[in-house]
């Protein structure tokens, strides 16, 4: 019987089918293998970023130690334009030699660059930089100091302009907390550039205890707002006149929609808490206010100084120094325009790109990616941002929250002192890579997705959420034995320099008011962890005195009085650093502070002299 001996086979073959699909499924995961995992697992060989992305993402350091890179754009031809800067925001550092502005080209698909050329202003022909650069028909449009200039592209070979630049606009504001320059330029050829504004909250005296509000704010006639030029014409002047709108403190980060919506986002104010004790509590200096994300609007106001938006609440409410009451009290603010999207407090957005390419997954395209720089005045708790998000957008309005899509740029630690890069730039480059500038090492990274149409649902990281509590002060790197008390393991350092008239008490408990751990100080955020200062505020270790001789007298004297106009550094620092400090609280901190200055010479037989 033919038919049934085939069926009798055809059994046999179905169960031995069974028995090795049982074996299988219960085979451990890790020796499981298909072109998808094999694929991932081979698709970044040359990843030597150290970020955190997404699956299917791979990044390459496309350049390195090019200066302090700040925004870029990409040039038809796919050569990587990058302005760079100088000055008080980097403590002043040497800058890079060459031009300020770099050309960065890759011509054999390793994802670096293997051609770097300068070009533009030098130190010696009195250049200083600048963040600002974008492309428009055949010119390249740079910010360098008080202007923008442009240079025609190059071509036949040369990546890198010939022949002088052409100003466009100049007599652009300088000085102040912010004097960059970002710009973007339209289809149509409008150039909507950034003045962001001098103060911090438009005080009589800035960023200083209880200062009220100049009213109005004069400021607003010449900074604190986008102003529009046309990028076909020469020689114009800044003024009044070319305001586009206003009410925006600070507009790092542009963008342009496949719509043609015009978005910039908002550095929110700082200080909240150093400044009005009495109205926020500590924690709220580092939760208060949202940065933003706007749509920019002909004639709009978005707020500054009156307002600031409290993502508590939802809404602008008025700022203290024009007689808000944490977040109680809207007045003026019912007739400013709303944020479109909110991010955590001071993260810093310092530039935007709209993503409208195809090598990306859809779930990328048709938002925009921002770059935070990273927080400083949310000590004495953690620092945050240091990344870049990815916000989704529909229409004239944000699409869901925000998503962290590259992490680790600082490294171990986030904070200005510590961090090791800090995102400052954004382009899209031609095949639809993403490029992201660090304004501290100078380091450009290259985004590529490698994942195939397999991963297009690629797994996401939410943003923290904008109510989130501040987390923990902060505490010493070396924290006291047991952790039972928080001056247990002070025995270890007593042998420390002790100023004449201190003790060594005063100086252990002007360290804890130094770190935060006491009367809700933020000193660290402008002068670092140690002492050892960033671009915010001086070192105060020894190499330099700014505002006194150095003695214990004379630092007790600027801390009670603070530093309303700095001398090198673009951030005030406000009477007892923000903070209500008694007398002795001010005496403990001098003393820890004149400790720091003298530790490096400790022992040496020489004497200290500050100039």
Same mark, same amino acid.
């Given at each position: *019987?033919?038919?049934? #001996?085939?069926?009798?086979?055809?059994?046999?073959?179905?169960?031995?089918?069974?028995?090795?699909?049982?074996?299988?499924?219960?085979?451990?995961?890790?020796?499981?293998?298909?072109?998808?995992?094999?694929?991932?697992?081979?698709?970044?060989?040359? =990843?030597?970023?150290?970020?955190?992305?997404?699956?299917?993402?791979?990044?390459?350091?496309?350049?390195?130690?090019?200066?302090?890179?700040? +925004? *870029?754009?990409? @040039?038809?031809?796919?050569?990587?334009?990058?302005?760079?800067?100088?000055?008080?925001?980097?403590?002043?550092?040497?800058?890079?030699?060459?031009?300020?502005?770099? @050309?960065?080209?890759?011509? &054999?698909?390793?994802?670096?660059?293997?051609?770097?050329?300068?070009?533009?202003?030098?130190?010696?022909?009195?250049?200083?930089?600048?963040?600002?650069?974008?492309?428009?028909?055949?010119?390249?449009? /740079?910010?360098?100091?008080?202007?923008?200039?442009?240079?025609?592209?190059?071509?036949?070979? #040369?990546?890198?302009?010939?022949?002088?630049?052409?100003?466009?606009?100049?007599?652009?504001?300088?000085?102040?907390? +912010?004097? *960059?320059?970002?710009?973007?330029?339209?289809?149509?050829?409008?150039?909507?550039?950034?003045?962001?504004?001098?103060?911090?909250?438009?005080?009589?005296?800035?960023?200083?205890?209880?200062?009220?509000?100049?009213?109005?704010?004069?400021?607003?006639?010449?900074?604190?707002?986008?102003?529009?030029?046309?990028?076909?014409?020469?020689?114009?002047?800044?003024?009044?006149?070319?305001?586009?709108?206003?009410?925006?403190?600070?507009?790092?980060?542009?963008?342009? =929609?496949?719509?043609?919506?015009?978005?910039?986002?908002?550095?929110?104010?700082?200080?909240?808490?150093?400044?009005?004790?009495?109205?926020?509590?500590?924690?709220?200096?580092?939760?208060?206010?949202?940065?933003?994300?706007?749509?920019?609007?002909?004639?709009?106001?978005?707020?500054?100084?009156?307002?600031?938006?409290?993502?508590?609440?939802?809404?602008?409410?008025? /700022?203290?120094?024009?007689?808000?009451?944490?977040?109680? &009290?809207?007045?003026?603010?019912?007739?400013?325009?709303?944020?479109?999207?909110?991010?955590?407090?001071?993260?810093?957005?310092?530039?935007?790109?709209?993503?409208?390419?195809?090598?990306?997954?859809?779930?990328?395209?048709?938002?925009?990616?921002? /770059?935070?720089?990273?927080? %400083?005045?949310? @000590?004495?708790?953690?620092?945050?941002?240091?990344?870049?998000?990815?916000?989704?957008?529909?229409? =004239?309005?944000?699409?869901?929250?925000?998503?962290?899509?590259?992490?680790?740029?600082?490294?171990?630690?986030?904070?200005?002192?510590?961090?090791?890069?800090?995102?400052?730039?954004?382009?899209?480059?031609?095949?639809? #890579?993403?490029?992201?500038? =660090?304004?501290?090492?100078?380091?450009?990274?290259?985004?590529?997705?490698?994942?195939?149409?397999?991963?297009?649902?690629?797994?996401?990281?939410?943003?923290?959420?904008?109510?989130?509590?501040?987390?923990?002060?902060?505490?010493?790197?070396?924290?006291?034995?047991?952790?039972?008390?928080?001056?247990?393991?002070?025995?270890?350092?007593?042998?420390?320099?002790?100023?004449?008239?201190?003790? %060594?008490?005063?100086?252990?408990?002007?360290?804890?008011?130094?770190?935060?751990?006491?009367?809700?100080?933020?000193?660290?955020?402008?002068?670092?962890?140690?002492?050892?200062?960033?671009?915010?505020?001086?070192?105060?270790?020894?190499?330099?005195?700014?505002?006194?001789?150095?003695?214990?007298?004379?630092?007790?004297? &600027?801390?009670?009085?603070?530093? #309303?106009?700095?001398?090198?550094?673009?951030?005030? *620092?406000?009477?007892?650093?923000?903070?209500?400090?008694?007398?002795?609280?001010?005496?403990?901190?001098?003393?820890?502070? %004149?400790?720091?200055?003298?530790?490096?010479?400790?022992?040496?037989?020489?004497?200290?002299?500050?100039?």
């Amino acid at each position: *019987m033919p038919l049934l #001996s085939t069926y009798r086979l055809l059994s046999v073959l179905i169960a031995l089918l069974a028995m090795l699909c049982v074996a299988d499924s219960n085979a451990p995961a890790q020796t499981q293998s298909s072109p998808e995992t094999d694929n991932e697992a081979q698709a970044c060989p040359n =990843d030597d970023s150290g970020l955190t992305l997404p699956p299917g993402f791979c990044a390459t350091v496309f350049a390195d130690d090019i200066g302090h890179a700040r +925004h *870029m754009v990409v @040039a038809p031809s796919g050569v990587l334009y990058v302005n760079t800067w100088s000055g008080r925001y980097y403590g002043n550092h040497k800058p890079h030699a060459g031009g300020f502005l770099v @050309a960065l080209q890759n011509k &054999t698909g390793t994802g670096k660059a293997e051609v770097a050329e300068r070009f533009g202003e030098t130190v010696l022909s009195g250049g200083a930089g600048g963040t600002g650069i974008g492309i428009h028909g055949r010119w390249i449009y /740079a910010e360098i100091n008080d202007r923008i200039v442009r240079y025609a592209l190059p071509s036949g070979g #040369s990546i890198v302009p010939i022949g002088a630049p052409t100003t466009v606009v100049s007599g652009l504001p300088l000085g102040g907390d +912010h004097p *960059m320059h970002p710009f973007i330029i339209d289809a149509k050829g409008s150039m909507y550039v950034d003045v962001a504004t001098a103060t911090n909250s438009c005080q009589v005296k800035n960023r200083t205890l209880k200062s009220p509000g100049v009213d109005p704010c004069t400021e607003l006639e010449t900074r604190g707002g986008i102003w529009l030029y046309d990028a076909e014409k020469t020689n114009q002047i800044f003024s009044p006149a070319q305001r586009f709108a206003t009410g925006i403190r600070n507009a790092e980060g542009f963008a342009i =929609d496949a719509t043609g919506h015009l978005l910039v986002t908002q550095h929110g104010r700082d200080q909240l808490h150093a400044n009005w004790p009495d109205l926020f509590q500590p924690d709220q200096e580092a939760t208060l206010p949202a940065e933003e994300l706007l749509l920019l609007k002909q004639g709009g106001d978005y707020g500054w100084p009156e307002c600031y938006y409290d993502q508590f609440v939802q809404k602008l409410v008025l /700022a203290p120094e024009y007689g808000g009451d944490d977040g109680k &009290t809207v007045g003026a603010c019912a007739n400013k325009l709303a944020p479109i999207a909110a991010f955590p407090a001071h993260w810093a957005p310092n530039a935007m790109a709209y993503y409208d390419k195809k090598q990306f997954p859809e779930h990328y395209r048709g938002g925009v990616f921002v /770059a935070f720089h990273g927080s %400083w005045n949310r @000590a004495p708790y953690p620092q945050g941002g240091y990344n870049v998000v990815y916000q989704p957008l529909a229409g =004239d309005h944000a699409y869901g929250a925000c998503e962290i899509f590259a992490d680790g740029f600082a490294g171990a630690v986030k904070s200005p002192d510590k961090a090791e890069h800090r995102p400052s730039g954004l382009a899209v480059g031609v095949d639809g #890579s993403l490029y992201v500038s =660090d304004d501290i090492r100078g380091r450009i990274y290259r985004i590529v997705y490698k994942g195939g149409a397999v991963r297009a649902s690629a797994q996401v990281t939410a943003c923290p959420s904008l109510t989130a509590p501040a987390g923990a002060v902060v505490e010493a790197a070396a924290n006291p034995p047991e952790g039972t008390h928080p001056d247990a393991g002070a025995a270890a350092t007593r042998d420390v320099p002790v100023p004449e008239g201190a003790t %060594w008490e005063m100086v252990l408990l002007g360290e804890r008011i130094y770190k935060g751990q006491a009367s809700g100080a933020t000193c660290t955020g402008c002068h670092g962890e140690s002492g050892q200062g960033n671009p915010l505020g001086p070192d105060l270790t020894g190499k330099k005195w700014l505002w006194s001789d150095g003695s214990f007298a004379g630092i007790a004297k &600027t801390i009670a009085e603070g530093v #309303s106009q700095p001398k090198q550094y673009r951030s005030p *620092m406000p009477a007892m650093g923000g903070a209500q400090l008694t007398p002795d609280q001010v005496a403990a901190v001098a003393a820890y502070v %004149w400790s720091l200055s003298h530790r490096a010479v400790r022992g040496s037989g020489n004497h200290v002299d500050h100039p």
